[in-house]
């Protein structure tokens, strides 16, 4: 398992000592959730239910083959 050392000012440590505290957690517990709730290497589910939801919108092949400063209305 790996150690990060991080370092922060006085105001920041407290916060994040307290939030882990409310918590229930160590802080280096409520650390390592927080990078893997925003450290992901995929899309959460929640946001890939959305694929397809927009009829009008352009497919990915449309878009890769389009020039980007192309109008959104020509597509």
Known sequence: MGQ?????DNEHEQRLKRA??????????????????????????????MAGQWQDFPTSEELRD??????REAL
């Open 4 to 8: 990060v050392t991080i370092y922060l």
């Open 20 to 49: 882990a505290r409310s918590a229930g957690i160590p802080v280096s517990r409520y650390v390592a959730r927080l990078v893997e709730e925003n450290a992901r290497t995929e899309w959460p589910d929640s946001i890939r239910t």
């Open 66 to 71: 389009t020039p980007p400063d192309t109008p």
